[in-house]
């Protein structure tokens, strides 16, 4: 499985970006699809989560809940990360992952794929 994350950019608080993660090659291997994202000088820390296919239960860490959204096109084979309200701490390097297996975990060790990262940078 090969991911390819997209859409990070430059900012401003209180402004809004979305991400997308392309999925190519064994996709009927994925069973979730999470977004992680890394600060400068922190560990990397969930950000949103999604099953691959039925329900589309979505899961938030309590830093984001309200705010972002994660959503997924299984005909483009592409997960989204809608982030609005954005401020200054969610600056990150965003990653988007796949786990090929169950259950959804918010613990990035399980995750079997990683895409590149899309710098994300909101300015105060």
């Known amino acids: 499985v090969q991911l390819q994350a997209s859409g990070g950019g430059l900012v401003q608080a209180g402004g809004s970006l979305r991400l997308s993660c392309a999925a190519s090659?064994?996709?009927?291997?994925?069973?979730?699809m999470g977004w992680f994202r890394q600060a400068p000088g922190e560990e990397r820390e969930f950000v949103a989560a999604?099953?691959?296919?039925?329900?589309?239960?979505?899961y938030y860490a309590d830093s984001v809940k309200g705010r972002f959204t994660i959503s997924r096109d299984n005909a483009k084979n592409t997960v989204y990360l809608e982030m609005t309200s954005l401020k200054p701490e969610d600056t990150a390097v965003y990653y988007c992952?796949?786990?090929?297996?169950?259950?959804?975990?918010?613990?990035?060790?399980?995750?079997?794929?990683w895409g590149q990262g899309t710098q994300v940078t909101v300015s105060s």
């Open positions: 992952a796949a786990d090929a297996q169950l259950p959804v975990t918010t613990d990035g060790r399980y995750y079997d794929y």
């Open positions: 999604i099953k691959w296919s039925g329900s589309r239960t979505t």
């Open positions: 090659g064994r996709t009927f291997s994925i069973y979730v």
